[in-house]
């Protein structure tokens, strides 16, 4: 697990390219914020997560339902463990004023998925 990539993935990259192509502009995963975001817009507390299926638990695809045989303890107690902490990551950026968006890498597979993800994020961050 050592080489998976924790930030400037795939599906990261697609969203910030998108986002950048609309006006919109953002810092970059802010560590002084709980599960530190993977982009911040300051300006209008939003924060933004994109969750790669598999590892978050996506329930819109088969990657975040299917879950490996080898090991299947270990990796049920992993991937829960990692949905609660996403969970509590929310809970705790909204108790601090944060409006918080989470895009799925399954959105990002296709232009026009991830041009509907994002027309869906302009409309939120206009409420």
């Given amino acids: ?19 950048h192509a609309r006006g919109f502009r ?4 802010v560590k002084a914020l709980p599960g530190t975001p993977d982009l911040v817009m300051p300006g209008r507390r939003v924060a933004v997560f994109v969750h790669g299926c598999f590892w978050h638990g996506c329930l819109k695809c ?4 299917r879950r490996p045989k080898e090991n299947a303890e270990f990796w049920a107690k992993k991937l829960t463990q990692n949905q609660a902490r996403d969970s509590r990551n929310v809970v ?3 108790a601090l004023g944060w409006r ?12 026009e998925k991830l041009e509907s993800a994002i027309d869906g994020l302009q409309t939120f961050v206009r409420v």
Wanted: proline share 2%; net charge positive; charged share 30%.
């Fill in 92 to 94: 705790d950026l909204q």
């Fill in 100 to 111: 918080v968006v989470t895009f799925w890498e399954c959105d990002t597979r296709s232009k």
């Fill in 62 to 65: 088969d990657r975040g339902i």
């Fill in 1 to 19: 697990m050592a080489a998976i990539r924790t930030g400037n993935t795939k599906p990261e990259l697609a969203v910030r390219r998108a986002l």
């Fill in 26 to 29: 953002y810092r970059l995963h």
